[in-house]
């Protein structure tokens, strides 16, 4: 993410709560990062888990100064709906 993006805190969060469109959440660690806010551990595990692939489109939205709610869109267009799974529980953030 562009560091811009930082102008939306006072202080960029350690952690983020990702929360997907069927309202599963995962807690992913923030690092700044060559004038980046990256999403560091948890990360890869969400990718894995819901499959994104090269060519989705990845968007975010800011409901809480610590939670993101993320959309996933397909190659075309097509907004992507997973939901959770026992698979996934192990790496899930609890509310």
């Not at 102008?7 to 983020?16: G, R």
């Not at 992913?28 to 969400?46: A, E, F, H, I």
Request: proline share 3%; net charge neutral.
């Amino acid at each position: 993410m562009p560091l811009d993006f930082t102008k939306h805190f006072v202080t960029v969060p350690t952690e983020f709560k990702l929360r997907n469109n069927t309202g599963c959440s995962w807690r992913v660690t923030v690092k700044l990062m060559n004038g980046r806010v990256t999403l560091d551990q948890g990360w890869s595990t969400y990718d894995v888990v819901h499959e994104i692939k090269i060519g989705y489109m990845v968007t975010f939205k800011l409901l809480t100064p610590d939670t993101l709610k993320v959309i996933l869109f397909d190659n075309d267009g097509i907004e992507v709906v997973n939901k959770c799974g026992k698979h996934d529980e192990a790496f899930a953030a609890k509310d």
